[in-house]
Each structure stands twice: as C-alpha cells, then as structure tokens.
C-alpha cells in the first residue's frame, strides 16, 4: 500500500509539473533565415547554351528512341546521349548533348526535335559528330513542365536551423537552380517545455515526375511524328506541330484529353494515346485533324500502349506518381474500334515499356527484369522467359534484334528463336577515367 501511494504521488508531481511547463508564451526573437531564391534563365539564354559534349554517365533511365545506326537515350532534364550503334556488339558511347529540361526527342529528317523545359528546340543532326543547334526553330511556350524539378533536396536544406522560400516567378523564365541568401528576420513562437513552432510561410513544391527518314521510339515515348507533322504530349493535351519543307515546326493545332497523358503509339492510322486513366484512341489517318474514336479506362496508373492490328497492349504500374497499386498486363479488344472490350490480363512487378513481336510480348518490368510472354491465347497470356538485369525501362524492336534501356546500361538481344532471347551485347553508360 505504501508504494501504491508513493507511486501515485510521484505521477501527481510529474503531472503537476507538466501541466505548468504547458503555459504558452508568445516570444520573438532575430534569427538568421536560409532562404531558397530561383535562379532564372531564359528560353534564349537555354537555347544558346545547348553543347555538344563529350559522353557522360548515365544515370537515369530516360526515353530511348533509334535512327539508322545509332541510338538516342535520354538523360532526365540533363540531355541526349548519342550511342553509335554501327556494330551491336560492340555499341559506343560516342556523344552527349547537354539540353537542360529535356525529357522527349524524335527526329525527321535529319532533324532531332527535343523539349526544353516549355519550348521545343531542333537540332541538325545531319553532320552526326557536329550537331547544330537552329536557334530560329525554337517554338516557345508549347510544353507544361515540373517548375520543381531543381528544387533543394533534404541534403541541402537540413544544415540550416531555419529556412525560407522565395516564390516562383514564371515572368523572370524558367528556374533552373536555387541559391542561397541568408536574411536576418524576426520569428515569434510559443514555448511550452521547450517545444518551437515557426511562424515562416515556406512554399511547398508540387510533386512530380509523311516523311520517309524518322527515329523509332519505345512504348514510353511523348513524340510521335505523323507524316508531316509532330505530336507530342503536355500533360492533358496534345500538342500538334506543323513541319515545313524546311523541317521548321509551326503551331498547328491542340487536343485536350480530359486526362493525364503520357504515351503515344501509332498503327494503321490510328494513334493510341495512354493516360493515367485509361487507353484513347484517335483516326490519324488525316493528321492536321485527328478524330477521337473510342476510349477504355482503367483504375487510376501509368499505362503505356502498343498495338497490332486486332489487340491494344497495356501494363499498368503502380507506386511513384501512378497512384495506384495496380501492376499489370491488359489486353483489350480493337478489332471493332467503336466497342473495345478487355479480353485478358496477366499480374506484373512493376511494368514500364512493352514491345509486341507476332505471338509473342516483351515487357520491361522494372526490377523484375524483361519478360517473354506468350500471347497464343490472348485471353490467357503466360510467361515463357524472364531475362534478370536491373532495372528494364524500355524496349525497340528491330527485328531480330531487341534493344533494352536499363538502369545506367544498355542491352541488346537476339530474338529471332523467341521466347528465348540471346543477349549480343550490354554498354554501361559511364565513364571511366
């Protein structure tokens, strides 16, 4: 009984005391604020400072697309990687071009057209070793595009007690750093047992994320030229140019797809177009005016899209900006264009780009490595050969060969006994000194 009382009057002690230290006071005090400013740059200024560099790492996976003997791989918001591709067994790292905000590319013609943060920017590749930057193609304000994508990391933030943001002003062009500025400013809090609250209003960043001579893309690509003209993906549009005799884009036209877009993918007229929503479908066959046939949607995810001429072939991510769960292979119905049905699935780890080659399905599915599937019954798909690498991104068939972009390596396989693949080659896209 003594300790029960002893220990009830310690707890009333212990109470009593916080209940005291709680009485909130208001309090001010000077304090040296790290405040985070926008660095800008404008489109001219970024257009003029396009280089032609010497190859660097790969560090990303990034949109990859073909043209004649060489391979173009994009690095995320960095560049263009040149990869001459003349011997498959022996790829070369040849060239990097270094183009801040890139994140697409496809070429005409000669011609590499790429986005540069909200502009599109052409290239004359004719001499492949001295690309040339046409500074008068540049098309301004064309592309939505992440403000954040330099945004300070928890790395550089976290050394400083208290910080601030600057906000982002899109009049001054595009934000291509942060920089530092330490400013003396009057903060007030409330103490109670030590506890600090600031008052600062810090921003927070949006979470992200009829010529005869053009490049092949993956599954996972925003540009698509078709015939004479460029489609290309921002956000819920499409964005249509116009491309001259000389291969200058002109404004053309816009389509708003009532959803996230994110690939594209043309066959027999038709361009499908994968959103996060689900697959559209759209008659190309007159280009400067597309017609929306049908739709088919999905849960919520990232959805690339190839086709032949019966079936639509989805995979379906879940996790980073896809929202969902959902991990897939979905394989639709499109002999009748106006009623498109879902006739067979097959669960995935986590799939990115997929190529269809006859009977048989590759599929890059992320760290799961690239799939062989047998598509013989297209209502019951099943997998006949998993290939491990680390991280499989995207996939261009030329057939018999298959070129595979992985994390900071590219693959190339045989594929002419499919569902076995022969692996011809591998490039690690790094430098050694």
């Not at 009333?12 to 005291?20: H, P």
């Not at 790492?57 to 001459?84: A, C, L, R």
């Not at 027999?268 to 017609?291: Q, R, S």
Request: aromatic share 12%; with cysteine.
């Amino acid at each position: 009984m003594k300790q029960i009382r002893k220990l009830w009057m310690v707890l009333m002690g212990l109470l009593s005391i916080g209940f005291s230290g709680c009485e909130l006071m208001n309090q001010e005090e000077l304090v040296e604020v790290a405040y985070f400013t926008p660095v800008y740059a404008t489109i001219d200024e970024l257009t003029f400072d396009i280089s032609i560099d010497a190859p660097v790492d790969y560090n990303q996976s990034g949109k990859v697309i073909t043209y004649g003997d060489y391979v173009f791989i994009n690095s995320p918001n960095e560049g263009i990687h040149i990869i001459d591709n003349t011997d498959p067994s022996n790829p070369i790292n040849k060239t990097f071009i270094s183009l801040k905000g890139n994140l697409d590319m496809a070429i005409v013609e000669d011609h590499l057209y790429a986005d540069m943060f909200s502009a599109l920017v052409v290239l004359d590749i004719s001499n492949i070793d001295q690309p040339v930057v046409l500074e008068d193609y540049t098309v301004e304000d064309v592309f939505s595009y992440n403000q954040y994508w330099s945004y300070p990391s928890w790395e550089e933030v976290q050394g400083y007690e208290h910080i601030g943001y600057d906000a982002i002003d899109t009049q001054k062009g595009i934000v291509i750093d942060w920089k530092v500025e330490l400013r003396e400013e009057t903060i007030s809090y409330d103490r109670c047992l030590g506890c600090y609250y600031d008052k600062m209003d810090v921003a927070v960043a949006a979470e992200d994320d009829g010529f005869s001579n053009v490049s092949t893309a993956g599954s996972m690509t925003r540009f698509l030229p078709i015939d004479k003209f460029l489609y290309a993906i921002s956000f819920n549009e499409l964005v249509i140019f116009e491309l001259t005799e000389t291969y200058q884009p002109l404004r053309w036209g816009k389509l708003d797809t009532q959803a996230a877009a994110e690939t594209l993918f043309r066959l027999n007229g038709i361009l499908y177009v994968g959103t996060t929503t689900g697959m559209l479908m759209y008659d190309v066959a007159n280009p400067g005016n597309p017609n929306f046939i049908n739709s088919i949607a999905h849960f919520t995810s990232c959805d690339p899209v190839v086709a032949d001429d019966k079936y639509a072939y989805v995979t379906l991510r879940g996790g980073t900006n896809c929202w969902n769960d959902l991990n897939e292979l979905q394989i639709i119905d499109i002999q009748d264009p106006s009623n498109i049905s879902l006739i067979g699935k097959h669960i995935m780890f986590n799939p990115h780009g997929l190529a269809i080659i006859g009977d048989y399905l590759l599929v890059c599915d992320g760290t799961a490595g690239i799939k062989v599937l047998d598509l013989s019954d297209r209502t019951i798909p099943t997998i006949k050969g998993t290939y491990p690498i680390d991280f499989a991104y995207d996939v261009i068939v030329s057939f018999p060969t298959a070129l595979v972009v992985g994390k900071q390596v590219m693959y190339q396989y045989d594929i002419s006994n499919l569902p076995e693949m022969v692996k011809i080659s591998e490039i690690a896209l790094t430098i050694t000194n």
